[in-house]
């Protein structure tokens, strides 16, 4: 979810781009008029645009509102222009920035509060829907009351966001295609880790494999350490040892000794060669495939699946 992060600022300096160039009471483009009309009886939906300031001063408050560069004084920023400007398309760009600073800041709680806040606006923001299914997974333990509404609503955004990921990822048209299409894959990628973790903390650990192995093979160009991690205990818990390995060693590869994630990859490899005879190196491919082997994991295996909040690189 980092790389959601780094998009959701992408895209928030295009709309930025966007908002400056629609300011000082430029109309919203409206969508072309085209030969093909729509089937009687329904109406097209309206092509979505970037955000656009409709006036001067809407646009000047939004820059002095986005130039704070602490999380708490940018969201009292956000609030204050959205209490003035209520209906300003800008508002969405605040808060999914406020929200990448508290998810820099490792503050989850206030991380899902804006992108709630991102949502009300627009539920169908991929990025802010990714906010919140990833901290409601993270977040969520067994003794919680609501637990079960909190796992389900983090897995329908998720499956929500890889539906608006192709649909809501608007970028100004000098954007090349493939930049658009890499955000939506990294988009998509982070959706299924999060199903994929959702399935290892259930225990479902064939459903697991199969959305974290989409994870990693949608975005391979960056492939997320935990992702990697957690696809390899989806395979230790199938007794798919020798494959586990493989993809702990790549793990081990992508992170850095001694970090939260680092940690749990070297403990993870370890105990699969103590298992396998195996050796502590591994391939840089986390999808290659092996013959499954029999055996019960042992209880002791690191589970990843329920830390507070992604661990950094």
Known sequence: MKRVAIVSLLLSVACFTFAQAG?????????????????????AAPAKHPPQAKTQ??????????????PATLEKAADDFAAKFPDSELRIIL?????????????????????????AI??????????????????????????????????????KAIQTAETDVVLPPSAPPEQAEAYKNILRSSAYSILGTLDLNQNKFVEAETNLRKSIDIYPQQPDPTTVLRLSIALDRQNKYPEALTVANHAVELTQEGTAAGNLARRERDRLVQLTGGKPTGSPGAGSSNPAQPGTPPANAPNPGQTTTPPKQ
């Open 122 to 159: 627009d539920p169908d923001d991929p990025v802010a829907l990714l906010g919140v299914s990833q901290v409601l997974t993270e977040r969520t333990r067994d003794s919680d009351l609501d637990k079960d509404q909190r796992l389900a609503e983090a897995r329908q955004d998720a499956e």
């Open 95 to 119: 808060y999914k920035k406020a929200m990448e600073m508290y998810q820099n800041a490792n503050n989850a709680d206030k991380m899902m509060e804006m992108a709630r806040k991102a949502l």
């Open 23 to 43: 300011g000082a009471g430029q109309n919203k483009t409206a969508p072309q008029a085209t030969a093909q009309q729509p089937p009687a009886g329904t109406q």
């Open 57 to 70: 001063a809407e646009f000047d408050a939004f820059k002095t509102a986005s130039a704070n560069q602490d």
